[in-house]
């Protein structure tokens, strides 16, 4: 990848001053051993070149020639008005007839149009006109036909193409099984509707077959674009951190300081050149959700006593009475209420994914019950020899008293009070060669989920697959520290320029942002019950229904973007400043945005697109951020900006050649985010597959010692899945000592859920302000809940982790982005790569497309296909690209030399309905451009698209002073 690199740098630094930047407080030496670490690759199931496969290059390039020539025509057109105008029309008489007909065809001339017959048999007639010109006339007709044809035969192209690519993407799901095994669990009826329709004799190019050819196309970009994990369509490996090269295992990374300039070896790439995906495994695992449906049905009173059972999550003590439940009413004003109630959130068997409210009037046997459950889930027969046997009764007495212990509960079971329980059946198999996947017939790995069961994953199982990965040697791939240590040094940098962004966002100036509101209001330095706060938030959302329902706290915070500068002459506003000077579409590029306009046949033209490549991406540049500037423009230290806690941070490895230069980047950073979330539903898997995963045991040993340090405790907040489809996403590792909200944490943590774990119901959690922070409890201790899942729940168990994640350790809520560096330039049409440190990219190449410069909707394929490939050639889009509407939309792959990409803009268009136009996002690295390779598709230029997940930092005994100072204020 050639770069041209724009380093927007403050002024040279001071030879004799101490270091600036992250490093500046850096201690002098450094450990000569680090801990063990590894780093999690996630990989898409699809090689990009099959996705790609599906563009039509030649088609778009043919219609770009096409438009090239329509606009020379019309140029030449408008020459041949003014040439008329001053050689032929002056010598026109004003009575002759022949003048009003030379200035109509000026006028048609001016406007683009070419001379028709008529037209040149005109300015034959007229002696006044050179031979020149008639000639040109002639040749502007002559071309104006030729286009004609052209255009009309671009539509039977276009129809000719539409059946290529249909065939294509149907061929690809017939015949790769990671297709077909994800369109079965997406869209089962597809597939059989598009078999029914081919059978009847449909062609792809109808309008029906279009449609799913869309999908299709859409459902492989899933597959070969995207890596978020998901049955085959986006796999897990493991690679270890290693301090020896990974291309010369015999020879140790340098002692010395491996990112000074004067180290001896080379900066190694993040994944070695030759890096290949191996042998497969698959794990399948029972839907939480579902299973738990099933034991609803469990009938108690004949259970096994084994069986056991907990009360639902929500549950709270209540001192109201309502007409329909019964009960006493409150006590007298000036006496403290009186829990006369229980309350309960349980499932609706009517609508399995909602919650409804029960209240039960407390009496002793209901108490008795919920006293034996208050620790956590237990066996019937447990409860059974508590309250029967304990009492003394025997004989008849007993069993009559057995009974109608069975009865209650089964009473309360079949009201939602109080949950069967039972851990969700996970099997994994062994390690698959790929040579047996791609072999003619072959099916993908997948373990039996029970004995005798027949091939293929239940629909109510969800199933993960797992990868190994070697060097091009055979040897297992690693990723090499130094090139970490570089990775995380500029991971310290980007922290102090989202910190300077922030500073502006936040800061009161001449247009402040709107305070947030108060997460939780009402709630002072006296501790009030968490239950009694629930309350109050449910009325005060209740009271403003019929509004926006405010989202004051949010576990994964929507990203605010780039903005324009809210403060003149801040840090922030003077980096736009500089930023703005190196715009792609600044006064000194303006020639960029100009259209070839040489003919196909001259030197030097456009090639053909074939080959997937553009000349203007091929050195595309970067404007780059380097620790100098961010002195100079006032931004906190790395130190003061980098978060308190552990962050994972997702990478996109990049190929720049070997070995690296000292300004290129290794790889783009798409996300940093809190640690032990990411990886959760993976953890134990990859434990058992590849004999150990020590990231969870580390960062497990982090949460200990910080609990030490500030002396509270860390409290797991586990949420029930109320849908099929967010039920895997609950599963995590044990990394925490105590649990709260679901009683039962075996769906979360399997079978050894309960080993050194203690629960904490919600009713003994309390809440209060001390100063600034917000302060939790339990049985007089202070607790730090934390929430180690990526789905945010929900209602009204988001409420729940609103109000209980405002307790959290600050540095968990900290979400890092850069990109979309557009959204601080408005008015600019291009906004270039910017990096940070030389070494990551952290906001790709940004086109803004308006909205007038797209087709009408109602446009034929044909017009919809000229009018891209004029864009394109004009404003030199990327031909791959992510688009979306907006600076927090979702994020739509994209190739813009393919048929299907004009239904998935028309889609975009439709859904945003705003005319606010598009942003396309340059794919890095492209197609053709990724380092891993992968053997379970045969074919050289069988890449696939991969993230890194990469734990900062790695070393996590650095942080646990800083983590737990945090803590104490």
């Not at 056991?308 to 009475?321: D, G, K, M, Q, R």
């Not at 907006?886 to 439709?910: C, F, H, K, S």
């Amino acid at each position: 990848m050639t770069e041209m690199t724009d380093r927007v740098a403050g002024p040279a630094p001071d030879a004799s001053a101490p270091a600036a930047g992250p490093d500046a407080s850096a201690p002098a030496t450094r450990p000569d051993v680090r801990p063990a670490a590894t780093a999690l690759l996630r990989v898409a199931g699809m090689p990009a070149s099959a996705w790609a496969a599906a563009g039509s290059p030649r088609l778009f390039e043919r219609a770009a020639a096409h438009q090239r020539g329509r606009r020379r025509l019309a140029d030449r057109a408008r020459t041949l008005a003014d040439l008329l105008g001053t050689t032929v029309v002056p010598g026109l008489p004003p009575n002759t007839p022949y003048r009003g007909a030379v200035l109509a065809l000026r006028r048609r001339l001016h406007s683009g149009s070419a001379p028709d017959p008529s037209d040149c048999r005109l300015l034959d007639r007229i002696t006044e006109v050179p031979d020149a010109l008639r000639r040109e006339a002639r040749d502007l007709h002559d071309i104006q036909q030729t286009l004609t044809g052209e255009y009309e035969a671009l539509a039977a192209a276009t129809t000719e193409e539409w059946e290529r690519v249909g065939e294509l993407c149907w061929d690809l799901v017939r015949a790769h099984p990671v297709m077909g095994v994800f369109l079965d669990s997406t869209a089962p009826e597809l597939t059989e509707t598009a078999k029914r329709r081919l059978a009847r004799g449909e062609h792809w190019s109808s309008a029906r077959l279009r449609k799913s050819c869309t999908f299709l196309w859409r459902a492989l970009a899933r597959a070969a674009v995207k890596t978020t994990p998901r049955d085959w369509v986006g796999q897990i490996a493991l690679l270890p951190l290693s301090p020896t090269d990974p291309l010369s295992p015999t020879d140790p990374l340098s002692p010395t300081d491996p990112l000074s300039p004067s180290s001896p070896l080379p900066l190694l790439p993040l994944l070695a050149p030759g890096a290949t995906l191996t042998d497969l495994a698959a794990e399948v695992s029972h839907n939480v959700h579902t299973l738990r449906a099933r034991l609803s049905a469990l009938d108690l009173t004949t259970a096994a006593p084994t069986t056991v059972i907990a009360p639902t999550p929500l549950h709270f003590t209540s001192a109201e009475a309502t007409e329909a439940t019964g009960g006493t009413p409150p006590p007298p004003s000036g006496e403290p209420p009186v829990a006369t109630h229980l309350r309960y959130d349980v499932l609706d068997p009517a609508n399995p994914g909602t919650l409804r409210r029960i209240q039960l009037a407390r009496t002793r046997a209901l108490d008795a019950v919920m006293a034996r459950l208050a620790a956590g889930p237990r066996p019937v027969g447990e409860i059974e020899a508590e309250l029967v046997d304990g009492t003394g009764a025997t004989g008849e007495r007993a069993e009559t008293a057995r009974r109608a212990l069975r009865g209650f509960l089964a009473h309360l079971h079949r009201l939602g009070v109080l949950e069967a329980c039972a851990p969700p059946h996970r099997v994994h198999g062994g390690w698959t060669a790929p040579a047996l996947v791609v072999a003619p017939g072959a099916v993908l790995p997948h373990p039996t989920p029970w004995p005798g069961a027949s091939s293929g994953v239940p629909a109510d199982w969800f199933l993960d697959s797992y990868r190994r990965a070697e060097t091009a040697d055979h040897r297992p791939l690693t990723v090499p520290t130094r090139t970490v240590d570089a990775v995380h040094t500029a991971l310290r940098t980007a922290a102090r320029l989202a910190a300077l962004r922030r500073a502006d966002r936040d800061a009161d100036g001449p247009t402040p942002p709107t305070a947030p509101p108060d997460p939780l209001p009402g709630l002072d330095s006296e501790p009030r019950p968490l239950s009694a706060f629930l309350e109050s938030l449910e009325e005060r959302d209740r009271e403003r229904a019929a509004g926006d329902r405010p989202t004051p706290l949010q576990f994964r915070p929507a990203y605010d973007g780039w903005h324009p500068a809210r403060t003149p002459g801040s840090g922030y506003a003077r980096l736009l400043d500089l930023l703005r000077d190196r715009l792609d579409d600044g006064p000194d590029n303006a020639a960029d945005n100009e259209p070839d306009e040489r003919p196909d046949n001259e030197p030097g033209k456009r090639p053909d697109m074939e080959s997937g490549k553009r000349p203007d991406m091929e050195s595309v540049p970067t404007l780059d951020i380097d620790d100098a500037l961010l002195d100079e423009l006032g931004a906190p230290t790395a130190d003061e900006s980098t978060p308190t806690w552990p962050m994972d941070c997702l990478l996109r490895p990049l190929d720049a050649g070997h070995p690296y230069g000292p300004a290129t980047p290794l790889a783009v950073l798409e996300s940093m985010s809190p640690s032990g979330v990411m990886d959760a539903r993976f953890a134990d898997t990859l434990a058992a597959l590849t004999g150990g995963y020590d990231n969870t045991a580390r960062y497990r040993d982090f949460i200990a010692a910080v609990e030490r340090a500030a002396d509270v405790r860390f409290v797991e907040l586990l949420i029930p899945p109320l849908a099929e489809r967010a039920a895997n996403a609950v599963r995590r590792p044990r990394l925490t000592s105590w649990w709260t909200g679901d009683p039962d944490p075996a769906p979360y943590h399997g079978t050894t859920a309960l080993t050194g774990a203690r629960y904490i119901p919600l009713d003994r959690i309390t809440l209060r302000r001390d100063g600034t922070r917000i302060i939790a409890e339990a049985d007089g201790r202070r607790i730090v809940p934390v929430h180690h899942a990526t789905r945010t729940p929900v209602p009204p168990y988001d409420r729940l982790l609103r109000v209980l994640l405002a307790a959290r350790h600050p540095g968990t809520g900290t979400f890092l982005r850069l990109d979309g560096l557009a959204g601080a330039f408005p008015g600019a049409r291009r906004v270039p790569r910017l990096s940070v440190g030389g070494r990551l990219v952290v906001s790709p190449a940004v086109h803004r497309i308006p909205e007038a410069d797209l087709w009408h909707p109602d446009d034929t394929d044909r017009d919809k296909v000229l009018r891209l490939a004029a864009l394109r050639d004009t404003a030199g889009l990327p031909r791959f690209g992510f688009v979306r509407t907006g600076a927090d939309g979702p994020q739509t792959p994209v190739d813009l030399a393919a048929l299907p990409a004009l239904r998935t803009i028309d889609r975009l268009r439709a859904q945003d309905g705003g005319g606010s136009g598009l942003l396309l996002e340059e794919a890095l690295p492209a197609p053709g451009a990724h380092l891993l390779h992968d053997r379970a598709h045969p074919g050289d230029h069988a890449t696939v698209a991969a993230q890194l997940l990469l734990r900062s930092p790695h070393a996590l005994d650095t942080l646990v002073e800083r983590a737990s100072a945090a803590l104490r204020g």
